[in-house]
């Protein structure tokens, strides 16, 4: 570590170095930072200049894995119905103790 707190990266040790860069879509990001809002939402936005730095936004024809999960559906829990027949056959009971 140097005198100023920063660890230094040599790197003519470095004989292959291998640099990965990925192009993200900036509507793609933004429906992601405003919670998978839609893509007509986000259109409006920046129509009437309701957020800064918002840069135009185009449609997207490809599907979103957040917004699939979020739109499956979850079946309720079975109603079981269980009625008990003679007294004491169903105890509820407190056994933690005060903590």
């Known amino acids: 570590m140097s005198s100023n707190n920063?660890?230094?990266l040599n790197m003519k040790s470095l004989h292959n170095v291998v640099i990965r860069s990925e192009h993200v879509n900036e509507s793609h990001l933004w429906h992601f930072r405003y919670g998978h809002l839609n893509y007509n939402g986000l259109?409006?936005?920046k129509q009437k200049n309701?957020?800064?730095?918002?840069p135009s936004?185009?449609?997207q024809t490809g599907i979103c894995e957040g917004c699939?999960?979020?739109k499956m559906h979850r079946f309720s829990f079975t109603k079981k119905t269980w009625r008990t027949n003679t007294p004491l056959e169903?105890?509820?009971?407190?056994?933690?103790?005060?903590?």
Do not use: R, T
């Open 6 to 8: 920063v660890f230094p």
């Open 43 to 45: 259109q409006q936005l």
């Open 50 to 54: 309701m957020v800064s730095g918002l």
């Open 57 to 59: 936004i185009q449609n």
């Open 68 to 70: 699939v999960y979020e």
């Open 90 to 99: 169903l105890i509820h009971a407190d056994i933690c103790g005060p903590i």
